[in-house]
């Protein structure tokens, strides 16, 4: 009987594919193979994703997979299953979800087996040499010595110094040749974990925490809420240690590998074992590298940022979200999975526990384990020796700002770059179209209509609220004190870099953010110099709250707090308390004490009391209430539809059109089509549309319901659009 295989393909279209397999291409392909196939005039890499008897299309319309690239499937049925549930959910199509989880190299068709290595070895003659046959040829004499005792890998002779021509010189001369050698999965760690320092003794909360996840088995969500500096890490280490001597592998995630070198260090010099690294700074091959070794089992521990989550692992035992609150887990192009809650799928899917760690969790996590559905963990005591910062708000009202700084804060910075110390700066550039504040008497500037505070969209001269859609034109004066000086504009971190070299010409200004450490590499160059004190002054953005310590910082400044308090966007107090927390935790981390500065129009605002007193915790479980009360996420559920065009006009008849496909009801709220946060860019006019329901079910079924009427409204040809499910970021 005929057999055809339904193929999920990289193309945008929300559905497989189906081709005809030759009798011995059925025999051997499975779900989870790899098969090139003829698509219009190309050829496409696609995966199995079923292997039917039947196949609707007429039969003179099937086409014949070309090939079958792999025998054995290269994706194991969970991680499938992972794929496939996440391209429902995140509204993708199977091939799009599958572009994101594969590594480069398989998607263009590269071996799934790790490859076989090549070996230098002495041959005969070379065997029979002495080494007063060298004379002055002392490289050559080296290469000989070394191989005399046993065959090399070239990687190996390369490490260790040996000179390639004169390798290549010996090989013509017949003393030595070169082997190709299949590589031997070595996976004693499985039998025999070896410990390479003694690991602490933990606190009681440490061990109450370890305790608690060791003793369930199969899937455990739970959440490790603990203040930073209060032994996460070492909790992830006692963990693996069961995990790893089971003979079972620990995948971890975090946020940014370039900032997080320490932690990585404190996995390899615990245990001695592989530890694969995966980040987006490997070349393809070396990623490859990676992902064999962990499907293979030969690495143990697997750490890497987002894309880590789709490494496939032969024995999984665990996994670890590290800073899970971190909205780098959220793809933002393609398909925008989180990989939080992706992580959680997958370790239902493999039954085992999934640790999420933050000292500031996001109010997604924290609502699951505060309704019991996740475990919930808390160290609140400090392990190491960091001392509490002292914090202060600077009241800018009235205040003349340079570039943003107030004259208190520049003064405080003079202070501590004297004594030989560091400042770091924070711009908050996510408060791009922030709230309408007035400076003289701090008044903001709330909808006529609802609860809520105007966001001002310069381009379009327009303050607009984003909670029912009211616009006006952006006011003249203030309406309680009738000044004129409206601030509604953000400051650039370039900006800001330039008016401190001037301000202080002799200490030098690094600045790291996305734009800075595009390069390869130089985020770590940065980060080098700055350890070695070659920078005083560091001004970034959030980048820099991730994870990394400075120990010679004393200072630290927020200067807008305004732009992340009273954002459109309804995250923007919740990232605000992270990165305030964060930031505060890492200042004067080491023997000197630190500082903390706010800068702000608004001194008693209650939300920032609430966070500078009472701490995260508190501030979070009360955001999470006011959430509640919005029916904003997490208690309720979100989608966004994002629409771009050269005519504003265009993008607001697509969005319209697809309200007008949507219910509307007490669970089922519509708000827009609005102008994005971010209203324009690159001459076109971003606008969009959010739906909110009640129920998660009912806002799958919607979404799956409309989107191939979608795909086909008229208005869709004359923009670009995208929906984002959970969406992180409004801009
Ligand atoms: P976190 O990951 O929560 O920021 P770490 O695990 O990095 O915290 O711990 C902070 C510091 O405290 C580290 O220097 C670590 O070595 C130390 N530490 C952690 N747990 C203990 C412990 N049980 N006993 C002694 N020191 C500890
Ligand atoms: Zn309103
Ligand atoms: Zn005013």
Same mark, same amino acid.
């Given at each position: 009987m005929e057999k055809f295989a339904e193929v999920a393909l990289p193309v945008p279209m929300r559905q497989n594919f189906s081709y005809r397999l030759t009798s011995q291409q059925a025999i051997d392909a499975k779900p989870g193979c790899r098969v090139r196939v003829p698509f219009g005039r190309q050829q496409l890499i696609g995966i199995i994703a079923a292997i039917t008897d039947h196949c609707n299309l007429p039969t003179t319309q099937i086409k014949s997979v070309t090939s079958l690239l792999d025998l054995e499937p290269l994706l194991a049925p969970p991680l499938l299953q992972l794929i496939e549930r996440g391209a429902r959910y995140y509204l993708a199509s199977l091939g799009q979800m599958l572009t994101q989880a594969l590594p480069t190299a398989l998607r263009k068709g590269a071996s799934s087996d790790a490859n076989t290595e090549i070996y230098y070895q002495l041959t005969a003659a070379g065997q029979a040499l002495k080494d007063t046959d060298f004379k002055r040829a002392t490289s050559q004499l080296k290469i000989w010595q070394t191989l005399s005792t046993d065959k090399l890998a070239k990687e190996q002779c390369q490490a260790l110094g040996l000179s390639a021509p004169s390798l290549k010189t010996m090989e013509q001369k017949g003393w030595l040749e070169t082997i190709e050698v299949a590589p031997i999965e070595d996976l004693s760690w499985r039998d025999n974990l070896i410990l390479l320092e003694t690991p602490l003794h933990l606190n009681t909360e440490q061990a109450v925490a370890v305790a608690a996840i060791n003793s369930r088995t199969g899937f455990y969500p739970s959440l490790i809420e603990g203040i930073t500096g209060s032994g996460k890490t070492e909790v992830y280490l006692s963990l693996l240690e069961k995990v790893l001597a089971a003979g079972k592998q620990a995948l971890i995630l975090v946020p940014e590998i370039g900032l997080t070198p320490q932690t990585i260090d404190r996995f390899r010099s615990r245990f001695k074992v592989h530890v694969a690294v995966i980040h987006s700074g490997l070349t393809d091959n070396q990623r490859l590298h990676a992902w064999q070794k962990s499907r293979s089992g030969e690495a143990a521990i697997i750490i890497g940022t987002r894309s880590a989550l789709f490494t496939p692992m032969r024995y999984p035992g665990i996994i670890i979200l590290d800073e899970e609150h971190d909205s780098s887990f959220k793809q933002q192009e393609g398909v925008g999975y989180h990989a939080r809650d992706l992580a959680v799928m997958r370790a239902q899917l493999e039954q085992i526990p999934v640790v999420l760690g933050s000292a500031t969790p996001s109010l997604e996590t924290l609502n699951n384990a505060l309704s019991g559905r996740y475990g919930h963990l808390s160290l609140n005591e400090r392990a190491g020796k960091a001392k509490k910062v002292r914090q202060g708000i600077i009241d800018i009202r009235n205040q003349p700002l340079n570039c943003g700084m107030s004259s208190a804060l520049i003064n405080e910075m003079r202070l501590h770059l004297d004594a030989g110390n560091q400042v770091l700066l924070f711009l908050n550039r996510r408060g791009f179209a922030p709230a309408l504040i007035c400076h003289e008497c701090g008044h903001l500037h709330e909808c006529d209509r609802c609860d809520a505070f105007f966001t001002v969209h310069q381009a379009l001269n327009e303050i607009c609220c984003h909670h029912c859609g009211n616009q006006h034109p952006i006011p003249k004066q203030c309406h309680q004190c009738g000044s004129t000086m409206l601030a509604g504009q953000g400051i650039g971190t370039e900006q800001l870099e330039q008016t401190l070299a001037g301000l202080f010409p002799q200490y030098p200004v690094v600045r790291i953010d996305r734009d800075s450490t595009r390069l390869k590499g130089s985020l770590e160059r940065h980060l080098g110099a700055i350890h070695r004190g070659e920078f005083k002054i560091l001004v970034g953005t959030q980048m820099l709250a991730k994870g990394h310590h400075f120990p010679d910082v004393t200072l630290v400044g927020l200067l807008d707090v305004d732009g992340a308090l009273f954002s459109a966007d309804f995250r923007a107090p919740e990232r605000f308390g992270q990165l305030y927390t964060? +930031?505060?935790?890492?200042?004067?981390?080491?023997?000197?004490?630190?500082?903390?500065?706010?800068?702000?129009? !608004?001194?008693?605002? &209650?939300?920032?009391?609430?966070?500078?007193?009472?701490?995260?915790?508190?501030?979070?479980?009360?955001? /999470? !209430?006011? *959430?509640?009360?919005?029916? /904003?996420?997490?208690?309720?559920?979100? +989608?966004? +539809?994002?629409?771009?065009?050269? #005519?504003?006009?265009?993008?607001?008849?697509?969005?319209?059109?697809?309200?007008? =496909? =949507?219910?509307?009801? #007490?669970?089922?709220?519509?708000?827009? &089509?609005?102008?994005?946060?971010?209203?324009?860019?690159?001459?076109?006019?971003? *606008?969009?549309?959010?739906?909110?329901?009640?129920? #998660?079910?009912? $806002? !799958?079924?919607?979404?799956? *319901?409309?989107?191939? /009427?979608?795909?086909?409204?008229?208005?869709?040809? *004359?923009?670009?659009?995208?929906?984002?499910?959970?969406?992180?970021?409004? $801009?």
């Open positions: 964060q +930031v505060a935790g890492r200042a004067g981390r080491a023997a000197k004490p630190g500082t903390v500065l706010l800068q702000t129009h !608004q001194h008693d605002n &209650p939300l920032l009391k609430e966070l500078l007193h009472k701490g995260y915790g508190d501030f979070a479980r009360q955001q /999470l !209430q006011e *959430r509640a009360m919005a029916l /904003l996420p997490p208690v309720w559920h979100m +989608v966004l +539809v994002r629409a771009e065009a050269h #005519r504003a006009e265009d993008a607001d008849a697509l969005l319209n059109a697809i309200a007008n =496909l =949507l219910p509307h009801d #007490r669970e089922f709220e519509i708000i827009g &089509p609005l102008p994005a946060p971010l209203d324009r860019k690159a001459g076109k006019f971003r *606008r969009q549309l959010m739906f909110q329901a009640k129920d #998660r079910q009912r $806002l !799958q079924r919607e979404c799956e *319901r409309i989107l191939p /009427l979608v795909t086909h409204l008229p208005e869709t040809k *004359r923009c670009r659009w995208s929906f984002d499910r959970d969406p992180q970021d409004l $801009l």
